[in-house]
Antibody, heavy 118, light 107 residues
Framework: EVQLVESGGGLVKPGGSLRLSCAAS????????MNWVRQAPGKGLEWVSS????????YYADSVKGRFTISRDNAKNSLYLQMNSLRAEDTAVYYC???????????WGQGTLVTVSS | DIQMTQSPSSLSASVGDRVTITCRAS??????LNWYQQKPGKAPKLLIY???SLQSGVPSRFSGSGSGTDFTLTISSLQPEDFATYYC?????????FGPGTKVDIK
């Protein structure tokens, strides 16, 4: 069974940093691209970042470029999102998702809440 | 970036109703269109990919159609567990963009 479990969310002050983790199991993690998608409270879904299976290709939304860094450790079946210079508008539930065929997000974690507030 | 719109933004329907949600892309995306269902407090779930392919395990009352810029998600007979918010997403180009969502609630 595919499982994705995010952790690392919490309350952080504007300008602060946070590192999210996503532990994957139930599939060959090293064979799949992975995504981070976020959802602000009461709002829709926003793609944040993607990383290819071998980390060769990395993409970011313009809203986080230069502040967030996606990475992965295939030996540990883990995906990460380092978030720096956090802003109030980064407040959201952050989901990690496996990229399946046709560039879908076919499996999602339960999400971790990041709150940026003073 | 490709902009996605959905209509309606919300709808009220009864169990057994046929429900149709439309999604429009700001430019042609061929068939690179996916549909997700999200229930309150839960992660999204992939329903339809490549415009009309049913994800494994998804009930056959869900169907998708369209290509180019105009797409449709249809629920043939609404069930109690289908009350949720539905999002379309284009995966034709980066950044992959989502529609604003359509909330389906009980009439």
């Amino acid at each position: 069974e595919v499982q994705l479990v995010e952790s690392g969310g919490g309350l952080v002050k504007p300008g602060g940093s946070l590192r999210l983790s996503c532990a994957a199991s139930g599939f060959t993690f090293s064979s799949y691209s992975m995504n981070w998608v976020r959802q602000a409270p009461g709002k829709g879904l926003e793609w944040v970042s993607s990383i290819s299976s071998s980390s060769s290709y990395i993409y970011y939304a313009d809203s986080v470029k230069g502040r967030f860094t996606i990475s992965r450790d295939n030996a540990k079946n883990s995906l990460y999102l380092q978030m720096n210079s956090l802003r109030a508008e980064d407040t959201a539930v952050y989901y990690c998702a496996r990229e399946g065929g046709d560039s879908t997000s076919d499996y999602w974690g339960q999400g971790t809440l990041v709150t940026v507030s003073s | 970036d490709i902009q996605m719109t959905q209509s309606p933004s919300s709808l009220s329907a009864s169990v057994g109703d046929r429900v149709t949600i439309t999604c429009r892309a700001s430019q042609s995306i061929s068939s690179y269109l996916n549909w997700y269902q999200q229930k309150p407090g839960k992660a999204p779930k992939l329903l339809i990919y490549a415009a009309s392919s049913l994800q494994s395990g998804v009930p056959s009352r869900f169907s998708g159609s369209g290509s180019g810029t105009d797409f449709t998600l249809t629920i043939s007979s609404l069930q109690p567990e289908d009350f949720a918010t539905y999002y379309c997403q284009q995966s034709y180009s980066t950044p992959p963009t989502f529609g604003p969502g359509t909330k389906v609630d009980i009439k």
